[in-house]
T-cell receptor, first 114, second 114 residues
Framework: KAGVTQTPRYLIKTRGQQVTLSCSPISGHRSVSWYQQTPGQGLQFLFEYFSETQRNKGNFPGRFSGRQFSNSRSEMNVSTLELGDSALYLC?????????????FGQGTRLTVV | AQSVTQLGSHVSVSEGALVLLRCNYSSSVPPYLFWYVQYPNQGLQLLLKYTSAATLVKGINGFEAEFKKSETSFHLTKPSAHMSDAAEYFCAVSVTGGGNKLTFGTGTQLKVEL
């Protein structure tokens, strides 16, 4: 079965612009989480959506937002881009259930802010 | 809050030698622990996970890890390194009530030399 699909794979944006990243989870998975990966900060949790509701949120400013659709596909949006937002953004999908479920990761979207 | 510490940001071993990557966790409730591997420009792939069943967990590609509550450790080992094991390895923790949120360590870059 198909894995987690993230689009686009690469993106270059200018400071001050906004960007939307997309994630299609594995069929049947209702939980989608987003992570930011940078050399300096490592892997940091952004938020998790489950059945179209945000279930968890990390410590990121309000410029970072997300949503989940009824088919479990998710998008994340970053407004007013800053140079420091340059990162690999990873999406992960999981089955519903308690913690301990395996997270399946997409290949990520590499965002470069210039 | 839970956290993970990975000792050694870079580990180098000879092909055929033992691989030992260290992970210590901190959690006020019973944790779920994971090891993920990341190859360049790729997402993360699950190697193995501990979910309170057996304390010795076997994963893919010959890796295993032992959960030691007394030492709050979950070190990753492989008896004989292969060139294809060269990658970055991440230890992560989640807890019941935290949904599918993963808290990652800073990662260990494994180099395998001939």
């Amino acid at each position: 079965k198909a894995g987690v699909t993230q689009t686009p794979r690469y993106l270059i944006k200018t400071r001050g612009q906004q960007v939307t990243l997309s994630c299609s989870p594995i069929s049947g998975h209702r939980s989608v989480s987003w992570y930011q990966q940078t050399p300096g900060q490592g892997l940091q949790f952004l938020f998790e959506y489950f059945s179209e509701t945000q279930r968890n949120k990390g410590n990121f400013p309000g410029r970072f937002s997300g949503r989940q659709f009824s088919n479990s596909r998710s998008e994340m949006n970053v407004s007013t881009l800053e140079l420091g937002d340059s990162a690999l953004y990873l999406c992960a999908s999981s089955l519903e259930g308690p913690a301990g479920a395996e997270a399946f990761f997409g290949q990520g979207t590499r965002l470069t802010v210039v | 809050a839970q956290s993970v510490t990975q000792l050694g940001s870079h580990v180098s071993v000879s092909e055929g030698a033992l691989v030992l990557l260290r992970c210590n966790y901190s959690s006020s409730v019973p944790p779920y622990l994971f090891w993920y591997v990341q190859y360049p420009n790729q997402g993360l792939q699950l190697l193995l996970k501990y979910t309170s069943a057996a304390t010795l967990v076997k994963g893919i590609n010959g890796f295993e890890a032992e959960f030691k509550k007394s030492e709050t450790s979950f070190h990753l080992t492989k008896p004989s390194a292969h060139m294809s094991d060269a990658a970055e390895y991440f230890c992560a923790v989640s807890v019941t009530g935290g949904g599918n949120k993963l808290t990652f360590g800073t990662g260990t870059q494994l180099k395998v030399e001939l």
